[in-house]
């Protein structure tokens, strides 16, 4: 066990809390809960900061609740979006909630049995019960139109002139409710989340103390900026996505790889576990030699494992070794046609039929008759640079352009991948 709060406040993890909040803390194993908007069937990176949360506040010895909101998620919260959200049906919701739940799994213990075991609800579980008279009767008459008004998320939509609907306006209410309901059946006394819900957040302990004279306690995180003003989690891709399907591990290892050491020095602390000894002996390290990138690849290497495995985080390093660094043909060859496709994404691509690979006598012909002028315009360009020493397939360098080409062996029994220089690439294909 630890500090929760001491934790958080050096890995720059607070934002804003109520009065008395450590004290609370202190007093013994609380629980606390953070929520998650199933927009999507998997969590991206931005969501990252509040997963890390629930997992240090297990570490510290209290019960995290991760909140998937099947009925929150049907409104799109406002909180400073600058126009509202498509609707999601049932099916959808359901879908995305799934896809959500196992990735909580890899960061929260929730055996049973435990007195902090991890729980995972579904606001839609209570929400579906009520009907409309009696949510603004049990719920709505405690709340002033003046309080739901002077939130700075509600009022910025307001003054930017694009309006707010009421399904919109109601959003604070559902997700106060959710607070007061976990509070009153789970004893749930705290609710964690970013630094844009805490309007949402304190409605929730307004909730409480109204309805039940109760005290409640909320901490608020960051949002995670980048040192160049640019949006956290984009690439020119779109979003980092925990789901292999989505953003492949490979990207997703190279999205650390490639932070700046400015953000580097504050992404190692919010996400990842390593003490805080570890980390400034590690910033030690990178200051004496910043081009070794050390706190870029322990990044990396932790939050891959965690997100993904082991087993392929060693497939992204490989993966990577192999563009930017000194690689073999077993590295070549030990990537899944996966990862050898995600390494060379873009690269100019020959096409041959099995037929005329058997039928092609040399290296020589392979490349330049069958290269079908992709990869050198003529026999005598690719003789030239052979004989040089400046072409290698599947990075075994090439010295004699009359080499037999079915001395060659194919990656993943359809590919070979042959190197021009020092960085250009292209991939012969071989179809079945």
């Known amino acids: ?38 927009t999507a069937d998997s969590l991206h990176i931005g969501h990252l900061v509040g997963v890390m949360t629930l997992l240090h506040f297990q570490r510290s010895g209290h019960k995290p ?12 919260d406002p909180s400073f979006k600058s126009a509202e959200r498509n609707l999601l049906d049932k099916e959808t919701l359901d879908k ?29 579980d209570w929400m579906s019960q009520f009907s409309f008279l009696d949510f ?16 700075d998320s509600v009022k910025r939509r307001l003054d930017e002139g694009n309006g707010l609907s009421f399904t919109e306006f109601t959003y ?13 059946h789970k004893n749930c006394t705290m609710q964690l989340g970013g630094s844009d819900q805490w309007g ?42 925990l789901a292999p399907e989505k953003t492949s591990p490979y990207h997703f290892y190279q999205f650390w790889l490639n932070v700046s050491d400015e953000d580097a020095s504050k992404y190692i602390r919010i996400f990842t576990t390593l003490d805080q000894e570890t980390i400034e002996n590690l910033e030690k390290e990178h200051v004496e030699a910043p081009h070794l990138r050390l706190l870029q690849k322990e990044i990396a290497r ?60 040399t290296i020589l012909d392979l490349l330049g008759d069958k290269g079908q002028g992709v990869i050198f315009a003529s026999k005598g360009e ?22 037999t080409s079915d001395s060659l062996e194919l990656l993943q029994k359809k590919y070979l991948l042959v190197q021009k220089g020092k960085k250009n690439y292209f991939i012969i294909k071989i179809a079945s």
């Open 382 to 403: 690719a003789r030239k640079l052979i004989q040089g020493g400046g072409v290698s397939i599947n990075k075994s360098k090439i010295t004699d352009p009359n080499q």
């Open 136 to 151: 603004i009767r049990d719920v709505g008459k405690h709340i002033t139109v003046n309080y739901m008004m002077s939130k």
């Open 65 to 76: 609740v991760a909140l998937v909101g099947g009925a929150t998620g049907m409104i799109g």
């Open 200 to 241: 949402n957040i304190v409605t929730g302990t307004e909730l409480i103390r109204r309805k039940e004279g109760g005290s409640a306690f909320a901490l608020t995180v960051p949002l995670i900026t980048k040192a160049d003003g640019t949006k956290f989690g984009k690439t020119e891709g779109g979003s980092v996505w």
């Open 302 to 361: 932790e939050i891959t494992i965690m997100v993904h495995s082991e087993e392929e985080y060693q497939m992204a390093l490989k993966a990577s070794s192999i563009l930017f660094g000194k690689s073999s043909t077993e590295d070549l060859a030990a990537l899944d046609e996966r990862t050898f496709l995600q390494v060379f994404d873009g690269v100019p691509q020959v096409e041959l039929s099995e037929e005329e690979y058997k039928t092609t006598e």
């Open 96 to 124: 995305n909630i799934n896809g959500i739940k196992n990735q909580l799994g890899k960061f929260l213990q929730f055996e049973d049995g435990k007195a902090n075991a991890a729980e995972l609800v579904n606001n839609h």
């Open 172 to 184: 604070q209410l559902i997700q106060g409710y959710d607070f007061y309901h976990l509070w009153k």
């Open 1 to 38: 066990m630890n500090n929760f709060i001491e934790e958080l406040r050096w890995r720059g993890m607070v934002q804003d809390m109520t009065p008395d909040l450590e004290e609370h803390l202190n007093k013994g194993v609380t629980s606390a809960y953070l929520g998650f908007d199933p």
